[in-house]
Each structure stands twice: as structure tokens, then as C-alpha cells.
């Protein structure tokens, strides 16, 4: 069955312009979460979603990104007024169950590469 | 301390060898644990979950050692194809039904011919 997809794989953009990254869950997962990864970093956790619940938002890292979730499925991420530290892989991914559990645990999307020049 | 921390290696071994990961966790009450292994420019896959009782799926064994606070994972018999970025990941809750993943940085693998 299809997987988690992202769109679009690579955006460019110019410091200051608004950027909106798209993820499709996998059909049925209950949670969804944001992730970004710099390069050569881990993964740093950004937000997820779970079910219709609130979001938690903790991760995010400044005012400038917000993400929400339309119908308990497609979800997007804004980041905006781009900084160049904001260039970075962004990871989605959802998991069957919220939380993850060892049986049923999280599937990735490839990534949105985002370079802010 | 930080929460989840990882030797960033790289680790050089040849085909054949035995090779072992440790991860250490700060938080005393996080709940589950997990082996990602990411390939270069790849998204992370799950390679397996640690269970409180150590867990082998082929060549690949994971131990969870709860009162010193780490986790491993030993590889036995290394093929090329073992060479990535192993990814430990830590889940904790912190209360009111949320929950925190965290992600270590990463110990990268290279397994040479």
C-alpha cells in the first residue's frame, strides 16, 4: 500500500518568503508528526498531531512555523518569513497508534528539502 | 546531560565482523525504545524495537538495560549493506496523555569489503 508522501521533495526559496510543506499520512494512522533534520543532525521533533486532539506544538521552534491537520488526514507545515537557518530536511511521519508502540510504530515520508538562500 | 545521546562514530569495520552501538537516555521514566536505521540521504525505517527483555531478529540484537539507562545493538556478521546511520530513538511520556520521541544523532556505520 502507498506510504507517507511529501510534496514537494525540494523547494528554494528566498529568505523572507513564506513556505508550505504538504504531508499525506498513511490512510488510518491516527498520529502525524513534524520533524526537521539539519545537515549532519539528528532528527529534531517539531509537532505532531494526534487524532482530533490538540496538537502539540512544544517543538516548534519559533512563532514563524505552524502546522495544522485537515480531517485527521492531510497535513501542513508553514514556515513563515524563511530564515537560512531554517534550511533543513522536514520529515513527516505517522504511526497506527498514538503513541507508537513496538508493534506498530512510525513510518517516514522522504522529506521536503527546503533551501533558504 | 543530554536526552538521548549516541557515539557519532563513524564506525569502520570489515565484512564479517561484529559490531556493537550503545545509547544512553537521561529520563528514568521513558517507556519504549527503538533502533532506526537511516541510509544516506534516505528517511528513517524502524529496524526493531528493544524490548525490556533484549530482543534478536537475525543478525541484529537489541538490549535494554533499564537501571543504567541504556540501550544496544549488536550486529553480527556485518554485510556492506549494513553501512547507515543507526538512530536510537527513546519514547517518554510527560503527562496529560502527551509524549515526547526523541531521537538520538546518530552512530554511522561503514562496513568495508
Known amino acids: 500500500g502507498a506510504g507517507v508522501s511529501q510534496s514537494p521533495s525540494n523547494k528554494v526559496t528566498e529568505k523572507g518568503k513564506d513556505v508550505e510543506l504538504r504531508c499525506d499520512p498513511i490512510?488510518?494512522?491516527?498520529?502525524l508528526y513534524w520533524y526537521r533534520q539539519s545537515l549532519g543532525q539528528g532528527l529534531e521533533f517539531l509537532i505532531y498531531?494526534?487524532?482530533?486532539?490538540?496538537?502539540?506544538k512544544s517543538g516548534l521552534p519559533s512563532d514563524r512555523f505552524s502546522a495544522e491537520r485537515t480531517g485527521g488526514s492531510v497535513s501542513t507545515l508553514t514556515i513563515q518569513r524563511t530564515q537560512q537557518e531554517d534550511s533543513a530536511v522536514y520529515l513527516c511521519?505517522?504511526?497506527?497508534?498514538?503513541?507508537?508502540?513496538?508493534?506498530?510504530?512510525?513510518?517516514f515520508g522522504p522529506g521536503t528539502r527546503l533551501l533558504v538562500l | 546531560r543530554k536526552e538521548v545521546e549516541q557515539d557519532p562514530g563513524p564506525f569502520n569495520v570489515p565484512e564479517g565482523a561484529t559490531v556493537a552501538f550503545n545509547c544512553t537516555y537521561s529520563?528514568?521514566?521513558?517507556?519504549?525504545f527503538f533502533w532506526y536505521r537511516q541510509d544516506c540521504r534516505k528517511e528513517p525505517k524502524l529496524l526493531m524495537s528493544?524490548?525490556?527483555s533484549g530482543n534478536e531478529d537475525g543478525r541484529f540484537t537489541a538490549q535494554l538495560n533499564r537501571a543504567s539507562q541504556y540501550i544496544s545493538l549488536l550486529i553480527r556478521d556485518s554485510k556492506l549493506s549494513d553501512s547507515a546511520t543507526y538512530l536510537c530513538?527513546?519514547?517518554?511520556?510527560?503527562?496529560?496523555?502527551?509524549?515526547?520521541?526523541?531521537f538520538g544523532k546518530g552512530t554511522k556505520l561503514s562496513v568495508i569489503p
Open positions: 498531531f494526534q487524532g482530533n486532539s490538540a496538537p502539540d
Open positions: 511521519a505517522s504511526s497506527p497508534q498514538a503513541p507508537p508502540t513496538s508493534q506498530e510504530t512510525q513510518y
Open positions: 529520563n528514568s521514566a521513558s517507556q519504549s
Open positions: 528493544v524490548y525490556s
Open positions: 490512510s488510518g494512522h491516527t498520529a
Open positions: 530513538v527513546v519514547l517518554t511520556y510527560s503527562g496529560a496523555g502527551s509524549y515526547q520521541l526523541t
